[in-house]
């Protein structure tokens, strides 16, 4: 009898005998309930050389990690990057006593402080761990997997702090060879030297016009067919932006600049819910749209 193919994240295992490992494993083990990283990783015992196959990147058996978090934590910052969601969730099912004595048992591992600092930096949770006071600093991200910042050293691990925002935020960009080639191309020295070449006046045209187009889109989003000049003031206020804090007395204002007549709204900030997008034809009833929601790793 044939075995039944497995299942990952919607994903056939990419050979029979495939294994997950790294952030798939941490995900499958624990059971956590976050979306699965873009690329998958497993392990096939009969290759020897890293390959791809559809969403997969696959490796073979000199990769295989020991079946234990730390292990398999550790092959994911390696091979990768970091994955702050699939961490958190994972710091978070763990007991404390596990994640110190893996980390005290490797304390000069540049992994071992590297997990060490991002479960501090998650949790907000200090490990009865006594500070590090030798070794080399060592990245927290790797920049030659993602896109880091300017650094910030943490003696407490001697861990640089280069990840682009904080722990309640701090969107991470895997580099690709698309995205390194648009920088060697300094787009912006491109741009701003071309911009440095037109006549202001013909600039100031041309803004004029995006920003009347971008005001007659925004009303066609809406279904709506506004006065000409209303357009106009609606274009005035977008050409504004920034130039003055964005309060809400400045919100108001910029209301009353739009929509001088308030016969027929209630003035101020809106109360209720609104909607943007799609109406039935017939009832102008709005058509929602539902996205993909993931719960405990199941899509519905």
């Given at each position: 009898m044939a075995k039944r193919a497995k299942f990952f994240d919607e994903e056939i295992y990419p050979e029979a005998e495939a294994e997950l490992v790294g952030y798939a494993w941490l995900i499958n083990e624990f059971q956590l309930s976050v979306p699965a990283p873009n690329a998958l990783c497993a392990i096939v015992p009969a290759i020897n050389a890293k390959r791809s196959k559809g969403r997969w990147l696959i490796w073979g058996s000199r990769y295989q990690p020991e079946a234990h978090w730390f292990s398999q934590l550790v092959f994911a910052l390696k091979y990768e990057g970091v994955d702050l969601a699939i961490m958190r969730s994972l710091f978070g099912t763990l007991a404390i006593e596990d994640v110190s004595a893996s980390i005290e048992a490797e304390i000069t591992g540049s992994y071992s402080r590297r997990i060490w600092f991002f479960y501090e930096w998650l949790t907000a949770q200090v490990l009865p761990i006594e500070d590090v006071t030798v070794g080399n600093y060592v990245d927290a991200l790797n920049e030659e997997l993602q896109f880091g910042c300017a650094k910030t050293k943490?003696?407490?691990?001697?861990?640089?702090?280069?990840?682009?925002?904080?722990?309640?935020?701090?969107?991470?960009?895997?580099?690709?060879?698309?995205?390194?080639?648009?920088?060697?191309?300094?787009?912006?020295?491109?741009?701003?030297k071309n911009i440095g070449d037109v006549h202001s006046d013909l600039l100031a045209r041309a803004a004029a016009f995006l920003l009347l187009s971008d005001s007659k889109a925004s009303y066609t989003i809406e279904g709506e067919t506004p006065p000409h000049n209303r357009i106009e003031r609606w274009g005035k206020i977008i050409g504004q932006a920034g130039m003055r804090p964005l309060t809400i007395e400045e919100i108001e204002r910029l209301q009353e600049v739009v929509i001088p007549d308030g016969r027929f709204i209630v003035p101020g900030i809106?109360?209720?819910?609104?909607?943007?997008?799609?109406?039935?034809?017939?009832?102008?009833?709005p058509i929602y749209q539902y996205p993909n929601i993931y719960l405990q790793n199941q899509k519905i």
């Open positions: 943490v003696s407490r691990q001697r861990v640089n702090n280069n990840l682009p925002g904080v722990s309640g935020f701090c969107p991470l960009i895997k580099k690709t060879e698309k995205l390194i080639q648009y920088i060697g191309e300094n787009l912006d020295e491109k741009a701003a809106r109360c209720v819910g609104g909607f943007v997008g799609e109406h039935d034809r017939m009832t102008n009833i």
